[in-house]
């Protein structure tokens, strides 16, 4: 049994929690919040990470919030032309992401992390560390065998310093309008070039009462935000609903510019995620931009391979068996992350066109039509070297 501290109550330091402290290590999580907070909207769940939250028996509990995702489905505002379009399950083998509202995902981890018995010491302020202690205040915490940093992109303990993306997006929640036929088993979303795209995913419910909810965001460059601010609300729900006007029964439900949320997003990787006493996950390791819907998985993904790096080996060698066993997929996920970024934010005009009057195409034929499914399900390159089951 190792003693283990986590920086950060997030979707990977909970999943972290969860699965060590199942298996027996003594795991205290730190968060500066008086109580643990979800940050952001909706996501979806991949398969990939559908098959962590098994492994941490929180698969049941998120499923009964979640809604089932089958298909990713976009066009262009102007055209109508079809520029994305990807089914899940093409074969009929079982496959699709399972949507929720990040609180809803970060309250079943939270649930599986205290039930497995992990700490939390809330409302700690980290501001550094001292070997394997974490510096809080002005004090120090109790010496751990490992400490696991898991703060997210803000972490003061990650030498990573990633490029600010320009462009980013707002986010909101709304119950589920009657008026649409909009399906709920599908993301869709509506472009014109790369410069405006609104979208629409169903996220199931927060709790177990509440209603059907349905994330609404919007892609803004992220020096855009104070002018949409000062903008009348009405002025944005009329432009997007221009541009698609199958959002509108979504927009109303949204009555106040602090409904929405801004996100931005920045892109980089640490080159070697561990140093003594310490290793890196999630944000604190690496970040991209949300556009292959990967964020929560990989997380959650290096939050697998640290519990089995524990478990196949000594805690002295657990970053280095964590970094062996996602390097390659963390490697081309931020590749590709890289590479699609640019054609579906950014002010590139001949970017869009290439996307929609090449790519779209090729995607449609064979062997693209038969990669896209698994790059989007998270496993076009295996996730982590063993101990992750997946359908066959």
Not at 98 to 119: E, F, S, Y
Not at 145 to 151: K, M, P
Not at 158 to 167: C, I, Q, V
Not at 193 to 216: F, S, Y
Request: glycine fraction near 12%; aromatic fraction near 6%; include cysteine.
């Amino acid at each position: 049994m190792a003693r283990i501290g986590i920086a950060g109550a997030g979707i990977g330091g909970l999943g972290a929690a969860a699965g060590l402290a199942r298996c027996g290590h003594d795991v205290t999580v730190f968060d500066r919040f008086a109580a643990p907070l979800p940050v952001g909207s909706g996501l979806v769940v991949q398969p990939v990470g559908l098959a962590v939250l098994e492994a941490l028996g929180a698969g049941p509990a998120a499923r009964s919030l979640g809604r089932g995702i089958r298909r990713m489905a976009g066009h262009e505002a102007r055209t109508g032309r079809q520029v994305l379009d990807v089914t899940y399950d093409p074969t009929g083998r079982g496959w699709h992401g399972l949507a929720m509202h990040r609180a809803a995902l970060h309250g079943v981890l939270l649930d599986a992390a205290r039930k497995a018995g992990a700490a939390f010491e809330l409302g700690a302020d980290i501001t550094g560390r001292d070997g394997t202690r974490l510096l809080i205040g002005h004090r120090r915490s109790a010496a751990f065998d490992l400490l696991v940093d898991a703060a997210g992109a803000g972490s003061v303990l990650s030498p990573l310093r990633a490029r600010p993306l320009p462009y980013g997006a707002i986010w909101g929640n709304v119950a589920w309008p009657q008026g649409t036929d909009l399906p709920r088993d599908e993301l869709r979303q509506c472009y014109r070039r790369a410069d405006r795209m609104i979208g629409i995913l169903p996220v199931g419910r927060q709790t177990a009462q509440g209603p059907e909810l349905a994330a609404v965001f919007w892609s803004m460059p992220r020096a855009a935000h104070d002018a949409w601010r000062a903008r009348p609300l009405d002025d944005w729900k009329a432009e997007a609903t221009a541009l698609w006007p199958a959002v509108e029964p979504f927009l109303a439900g949204i009555g106040a510019h602090d409904a929405m949320t801004m996100a931005c997003y920045s892109h980089g990787t640490l080159r070697r995620p561990f140093s003594d006493g310490i290793v890196h996950l999630g944000d604190a390791w690496h970040r991209a931009s949300p556009q292959l819907g990967q964020g929560a998985n990989m997380a959650l993904l290096d939050a697998w391979a640290l519990v089995r790096a524990l478990t196949d080996g000594p805690v002295e060698e657990a970053g280095r068996r964590m970094f062996n066993a996602r390097r390659a997929h963390v490697r081309a996920y931020q590749a590709l992350s890289g590479a699609f970024t640019p054609q579906y934010q950014s002010d590139s005009r001949v970017l869009p066109w290439v996307r929609d009057r090449l790519l779209m195409p090729l995607s449609q034929a064979w062997p693209a039509r038969a990669m896209l499914p698994p790059l989007v399900r998270g496993h076009l390159v295996p996730p982590v070297l063993s101990g992750l089951g997946l359908p066959d």
